[in-house]
């Protein structure tokens, strides 16, 4: 699987990005954990990028496309991997774009977390204090000031890559309001919806499901079932992704945010199916 998660600082992207490494197995490719990184090991990288970081700037293309496409070709990117603060700005994802054809690699999605302005400050004021209480540094960053320089070039720069990824049908909006626990539980949804979920995935995440929900017997049995269920809502899942017209036949106004609405809606159909099943199966 292969993701860009979009969204302003302090919406919660490193937080869904660790979640959705752990869950898949794929690597989190951070530019600003990688630069934070180089920083901390006064790389010739690093000291070009310190002073821009620490005012809230951009560092230039040259060196975060660089860092990316060396990443991308470790053995461990080969699974899958998210990005994660990276594209930022349209020439980035335009080199993106050629790196990963390059690369013969396809994007699967841009999961973006859409959150209300307001609400950042307040966030990233509770991850600092949170830090503190830990013992941990805290980024040289994350100060008010820096912070409203950050927001502003998010809106300026990054915010033109919705229309970017929606134009080629890449994205995916999730309301990043929600709790931490909704957020993830929604961008599984919505991937596996799309089919960007490998079956042996879709099949651990609802056995997992499965288990945590019912008692120990009953998540044996469910466990079998789940991969009825699982492969089920895979097949719908996937069945509509092959009547989708190719992008120049289909109306303009078609968006990929419907579609995957729909096929959802299937996917939760043939889910309440097998579970149903499961039931019946426990009861005799
Ligand atoms: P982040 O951890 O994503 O908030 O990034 C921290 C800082 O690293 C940013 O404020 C930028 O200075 C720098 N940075 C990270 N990613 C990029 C990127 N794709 N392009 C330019 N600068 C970046």
Not at 28 to 49: C, D, F, H, I, N
Not at 52 to 60: E, K, R, T, Y
Not at 165 to 180: A, F, H, N, P, Q
């Amino acid at each position: 699987m292969r993701l860009i998660l979009l969204g302003p600082p302090g919406s919660g992207k490193g937080t869904q990005a660790h979640r959705l490494v752990h869950r898949y197995g794929i690597v989190q490719l951070s530019t600003g954990e990688m630069l934070r990184a180089a920083v901390a090991a006064q790389t010739p990288v690093g000291l070009k990028a310190k002073d821009v970081m620490a005012s809230g700037g951009l560092v230039p293309d040259e060196i975060v496309i660089g860092i990316i496409s060396d990443r991308l070709d470790q053995p461990d990117a080969a699974k899958g991997f998210i990005l994660d603060g990276f594209p930022r700005t349209v020439p980035q994802a335009q080199a993106l774009d050629e790196l990963l054809k390059k690369k013969h690699m396809r994007l699967d999605a841009v999961v973006e977390l859409r959150v209300n302005e307001s609400a950042l400050l307040q966030r990233v004021e509770s991850r600092v204090a949170e830090m503190r209480a830990r013992g941990e540094e805290v980024r040289i960053d994350d100060t008010q000031e820096v912070l409203t320089k950050r927001l502003a070039s998010y809106r300026a720069l990054t915010e033109p890559l919705i229309h970017y990824y929606s134009e080629r049908r890449k994205l995916l909006t999730v309301d990043g309001m929600m709790t931490i626990e909704h957020v993830t539980r929604e961008i599984n949804r919505i991937l596996t919806a799309i089919g960007a979920v490998e079956a042996k995935a879709a099949k651990k995440a609802a056995a997992a499901k499965r288990i945590a929900s019912g008692t120990k017997k009953a998540a044996g049995k469910a466990s079998k079932s789940a991969g009825k269920g699982a492969g089920a809502a895979r097949k719908v899942a996937k069945a509509p992704r092959k009547a989708v017209k190719p992008a120049s036949k289909r109306p303009k106004t078609a968006s990929r945010k419907s579609s995957a609405g729909s096929k959802a809606a299937v996917v939760r159909k043939a889910k309440k199916t097998a579970k149903k099943v499961t039931k019946k199966r426990a009861k005799a």
